[in-house]
């Protein structure tokens, strides 16, 4: 990511413009939830914006009306593997507009157009579009297409990229997403074809339902779910080459690399995991074997790894206070903050004894070969070592 504007506003202003935006033309501010689905949810965490609104999405009433917007925290462990990049990071903020039956997709699009042209002062030039081009279960969302061709900007018709969400049952339909240009230069290829073309913000068109089977009958209303990574869009307009760069990171970078001097990939790691096992703790998750508690547990297990691969006398227990409470302050939560680093260095002292278990029992003559999927059950079975701690392990010798 680089720079789309020299200069920007400031997370807290982004989210006000945006909610200021939407309430002038209708919308109603609804209360995000916490990161907890309601009871009986298969879901361990919400993962957007839409999750606590699907009974409205599938026709319920909602009594704040037809028009919504807000600001929703998220997590999202699918993407664990990729924090580090320039745009993904595990637990974040999304914003959020819906019309339950009301407008449709070309009013929130063309909306969506202008908050971002003449709200926050993008230049067009930099945008790029991409809508669904149909397939065998539907035809193509020519609307969309031309309301883009309207407003001048480059537009790619796709498959399954396009049609949200791609596999699951439940309310879903064709999307259009917005890009925006962050290379050096003039705007050069599509979105498929160019990863400097950074996604900002999906307007689905939830027209159907998805059946276990797979096939797809009509809603009876048809509605629009919009979401945007507040975290991404900021720091583009911040001109900053990374999320983890725009000003909510800002207390991160400057603490930590003092604590624990750290390679980049590492830090930011390291201020991603924290970071979100402070949120998930201050949601009222604690550390456990399975479940959202194993995923606390996996968070803090993956900056452990990170801080003693240089040095293994480092400890959670030096995290500043400041840090969590600007965290707790960011996501409106009332949680103590010496509660989550007690929390925190339990798991540390639980996670050394583990390591320490491991590598005796790695150590015997049975494990020093090759292992097979026997082994690694019996691993995890027998003495609670977990196949990425085992192979984490092997790797080190």
Known sequence: MKTVLNTGPSTEDVVRTFVEYYEERGHRRITGSTLLPPPGDPVLFTTSGMHPLIPYLEGRPHPLGTRLVNVQRCLRTTDLDEVGDPTHLTVFEMLGTWSLGDYEGPQSLDWGYGLLTEGFGVDPGLLHATVFGGDERTGPDTASLELWQDRGVPVEPTGEDNWWPSGSAGPCGPDSEIFLWTGDGPPQSTPTRDERWVEVWNHVMMRHRRLDDGSLVPLARRNVDTGLGLERLASLLQGRRSVFECDVFEPWRRLVPGLWPLDEPSLRLVCDHLRSAVVVIGDGVGPA????????????????????????????????????????????????????????????????????????????????????????????DTHGLPRELVVSLRARG
Request: no cysteine.
């Open 289 to 380: 074997a399975s479940g959202r508690g194993y995923v606390l547990r996996r968070l803090v297990r993956r900056v452990l790894t990170a801080l003693w691969r240089d040095d293994a006398s480092r400890t959670l227990g030096d995290l500043p206070e400041d840090l969590v409470r600007h965290t707790r302050d960011r996501f409106r939560q009332d949680t103590d903050p010496g509660a989550v680093r007690r929390v925190l260095t339990d798991e540390e002292r639980r996670f050394r004894r583990l390591l320490e278990r491991g590598r005796q029992v790695l150590a015997r003559p049975r494990f020093r070969g090759p292992l097979g999927e026997e082994d690694f059950r019996y691993l995890h």
